[in-house]
């Protein structure tokens, strides 16, 4: 091998060896920084170390934040990154497992202190009732509240009929989290509802309203009778007929025991003291 030759493969030798160590050197810096980050971020002064919650009721409050530090922050991105440091912190899977874990909640903000950042602040709005889901008629030691879009959020102490409006059916297994129509429906049948109690010449006072068949309803009424209606063919032409009806002498509130008003342009109803009765809409309007 000629001397040119040794030469140049020294050289070659030598530059692999200078990018080796380069490489190296790259490689542990490489290291050194991540570990530097790493402990960084793991350091007390970088991480959440309290949980403020307002907005809900005292115990709601503290089960949210107890939670929140338990089951979402104490827990690491990778198993290295912790989920209580101030610049990472989860903010959607906060926001997503606290509604999840708590129906009651119905919205949820959070920022980290201003004045200390290692406490963060968590402000919730609870779902308000406007009456109960009951699984049995006649039985109020199974209820649950429903809010303003017919979602069931919480069980309900038990209760006496009439003292909140009651909702049954169409609910199966455990009803919290589900609801008993969706939130347009359900609005629509509040107001049905709504209208006659608030129309003091019919004079009824609805106590609950119970999902018989897709489409179909009951009205309970405090003194006993009912209202069948059904929604296929528009509430304001049930709530017509309801009118209609009620313009007959012997349908009253104490007397009624129930109407009829799923079919159109015709209204059955039954009186305590007589046997069912028809009449058609277009002969008596």
């Not at 979402?72 to 989860?90: M, R, T, W």
């Not at 308000?128 to 649950?144: A, H, L, P, T």
């Not at 879009?149 to 455990?174: H, L, W």
């Amino acid at each position: 091998m000629s001397g040119k030759n040794i030469r140049s493969a020294k050289l070659r030798k030598k530059r692999r060896r200078v990018f080796f160590i380069k490489m190296l050197s790259l490689l542990m810096l490489i290291g050194i920084s991540v570990g530097l980050f790493i402990y960084g971020f793991n350091t007390d002064s970088f991480k959440i170390q309290n949980v403020l919650v307002t907005g809900g009721q005292e115990f709601v409050n503290k089960e949210v934040g107890e939670y929140a530090m338990k089951n979402i922050l104490a827990g690491s991105y990778f198993g290295v990154l912790p989920k209580q440091n101030i610049l990472i912190y989860p903010k959607g899977e906060i926001r997503k497992k606290i509604k999840s874990g708590f129906p009651r909640i119905e919205d949820i903000s959070f920022e980290l202190d201003p004045f200390k950042k290692q406490v963060l602040n968590i402000s919730i709005k609870e779902r308000e009732e406007i009456g109960v889901w009951c699984r049995n008629m006649g039985e109020y030691s199974d209820c649950y509240f429903v809010d303003k879009n017919g979602y069931v959020f919480a069980p309900a102490p038990t209760y006496s009929e009439g003292v909140i409006f009651s909702y049954f059916g169409n609910i199966q297994g455990d009803p919290v989290g589900q609801s008993f129509a969706d939130p347009v429906k359900f609005s629509e049948l509040n107001v049905f509802v709504n209208t006659i109690e608030n129309n003091s010449r019919l004079n009824f006072e609805p106590t609950g309203l119970e999902y018989t068949n897709p489409g179909e309803y009951k009205l309970f009424l405090r003194n006993g009778g009912h209202i069948l209606f059904s929604d296929s063919y528009g509430l304001a032409y049930a709530y017509d007929n309801l009118i209609l009806a009620a313009s007959k002498k012997e349908i009253t509130p104490e007397n009624l025991d129930y109407l009829d008003l799923r079919i159109p342009n015709k209204v059955f109803y039954k009186t305590r003291q007589g046997s069912e009765q028809s009449f058609d809409q277009e002969s008596d309007s």
